[in-house]
């Protein structure tokens, strides 16, 4: 099938290169010239394991193509997907859709024939009625089915998610829709994949729901952590315990600094916000968002206290500034808030993250930036582990001996080093919801 992908970020790139993957022929679409550049010349511009091979690949046998010009990218075409980005409205947490709807009349003004629409960035309810109402309005002749196709791939392991999804989620009140989607999606399909078919309303919802869902899995094992580290427990086990039973599940239960990056944080906030338009509160999902907003700051504190509450002049290195591991993503990064903190309290950072240095160099101030870990270690007072890339659970409890200041301090916000190595070396190990034996 002919595919033209709006949006070439995260979603759109890693959706767009998958579905050449499967056979497809797909031109990936951006407003920004210098991305789709960059692209053409057969540079990713974002980091995610295993993206330049398989773009380099399907551009080679001549599947996956980039394009700024939106006419000739829809010539033709059976599928388009907007893939734009929804970033939280400024001031009130609405989704912004000024791209989505932007996308929407560039298609309605450009299409040459009959195919079917998807939106694949995550939108609210009712968000794939105005698109039609769009379409409507500047072509009442066009027949385009507007369909929801929810993406739920991770940062880190893109590629992945997409050709091994748990489910595909297609929402569409039109048959002729579903049809077409089916057809897209049949490789996947064929090789065992589930697909959900449900109205484009209830497609809009679930996306929502499961990222808040996931929202609230994670705070929940973070309150559970601070109050282990109060009453003398030890998260890790209780994670374990809890995990085990089916009904839980032993995933998404690991505390951490909180959540971040560019979905969980703005969809929970939208879904509380579509909530009060039709007189409810999510209680839940509102005290989640501040459990996690006051989250950043907590751990700012528990570096402080580590610290026997004074980092003035003190170097602390910071292990990790994405939002998570395997990805250069820093929205909404609980490593940003922790550092910031960190400044404010007079301690003087210096950084390192194997992907995202490039971007965080970009938001942060006074921040040195190491190339290496050890180099980010050497010297330091304190060494602060906020992202759990597998070079840093790598690093030999020996050598961080060597590298940190005397009496060496590692505060782990996310329980990736061995705490019982690290003390047999006489590092003082403070980790997340679990007793520190000295
Ligand atoms: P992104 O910011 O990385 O990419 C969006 C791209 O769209 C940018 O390159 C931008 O230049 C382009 N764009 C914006 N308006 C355009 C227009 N009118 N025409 C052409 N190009 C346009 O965003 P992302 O992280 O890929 O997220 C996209 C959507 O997918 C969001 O709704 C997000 O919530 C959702 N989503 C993201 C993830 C994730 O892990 N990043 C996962 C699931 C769903």
Redesign the pocket.
Known sequence: MRVAM????????VSGACLAELGHSVVC????AG?IERLRRGKI??YEPGLESLVGRNVAERRLAFATD?EAALRGVDVVFI?????PRRGDGH?DLS?VW??AR?VAATLDGPAVLVT????PIGTGDGIEAVLRELRPGLDVPVVSN??????GS?IGDFLRPDRVVVGSDDAHGHQVMRALYAPLLHRGARLFETGRRNAELL?YAANAFLAVKISFINEISDLCERVGANVLDVSRGIGMDERIGPRFLEPGPGYG???FP??TLALARTAHDHGMSLRLVEAVIAFNEARRPAMARKVLEACGGALRDRRVAVLGLAFKAGTD?IRESPAIAVIEAIQRAGGRVRAHDPAAMPHAADCLQDVEFAATAEECLGGAHVAVLVTDWEEYRRLPAARLRQLLRDPPLVVDLRNALDARELRRHGIRHVGMGMPEER
């Open positions: 709006i949006g070439s970020g995260y979603v759109g790139l679409v951006d407003r920004d991305r511009p974002i939106l893939a734009v980005g929804t970033p989704a791209s932007a996308a560039s694949k960035s995550t939108v929810p993406e739920f791939l991770r940062e893109a996306k990056g560019s979905c703005k969809d993503d």
